[in-house]
């Protein structure tokens, strides 16, 4: 069990890693393209998307790199499945149609709680911009007198 708990906690380090560096570069390019938001809509869109776009990236570079620990792990053989079955727990799904060995059985809620707290920063990343985007708008309208 402890080594279990050694490895996930290794791994989740490794994730928190990877979602930094993606959340940081998602950030730069919101502070980047700030100003084209609410030019027009189609502009907020665009920038919006490719915010969501840059975090979904990153959980799945996440989910991939909790894949290829499975596999060298040796309880995968296709990499394929050791990404769906990352990713059902990943994003806490949970379906039970894979089931990992015992030996490694502990693993899958480490991923669990790791992706459940990596969404949950590309959700409030996402919900910051959406909330900046509206602020800005809302006071282009008070100071429009619209």
Known sequence: MLTNLLIGLLTMALCLFVQLALLSIAIHYYSRHK??????PWSTLVVLNIVMALLVFG????????AL???MLGEF???AVAVYHSGVNFSTLGYGDIVMSER???LGPLEAANGILMLGVST???TAAVSDIMKDY???QNRDGL
């Open 35 to 40: 100003s084209s938001v609410n030019s027009s």
């Open 59 to 66: 959980n799945l570079a996440q989910v991939t790199v909790w």
């Open 69 to 71: 620990l499975f596999r």
């Open 77 to 79: 053989q296709e990499l």
């Open 104 to 106: 490694w059985r502990l």
């Open 124 to 126: 409030a990343v996402i």
């Open 138 to 140: 809302v006071a282009r």
